[in-house]
């Protein structure tokens, strides 16, 4: 079992700055995939963007150039560092861990940005 936790979260204005951390215990494998994806209230939820084990990363059209995902191996920890907010990235974000067979979701952490 692996267990996700996100911090982070929070209010901010237009043009600002947050960074998500997720950070993963219990039964780690060295080869991942973690994503962070994002929901709006009545809409789907979609990848923001996601990174693997050996770095490679992949982001969504919408955050390109305004949001970074790193890693920390020996921390069991991924960020996302979201600069350049708009009211639009308002949502909750998720963190979603790929290893093996099994996927494991984080409980979320909300993302408000308002004037």
């Known amino acids: 079992q692996v267990q996700l936790v996100e911090s982070g979260g929070g209010l901010v204005q237009p043009g600002g700055s947050l960074r998500l951390s997720c950070a993963a215990s219990g039964t780690i494998f060295s080869i991942d995939t973690t994503g962070w994806y994002r929901q709006a209230p009545g809409k789907q939820r979609e990848l923001v963007a996601a990174i693997t084990n050996t770095g490679s990363t992949n982001y969504a059209d919408s955050v390109k150039g305004r949001f970074t995902i790193s890693r920390d191996n020996a921390k069991n920890t991924v960020y996302l560092q979201m600069n350049s907010l708009k009211p639009e990235d308002t949502a909750v974000y998720y963190c979603?861990?790929?290893?093996?067979?099994?996927?494991?979701w984080g409980q979320g952490t909300q993302v408000t940005v308002s004037s």
């Open positions: 979603k861990r790929i290893q093996g067979v099994l996927t494991y």
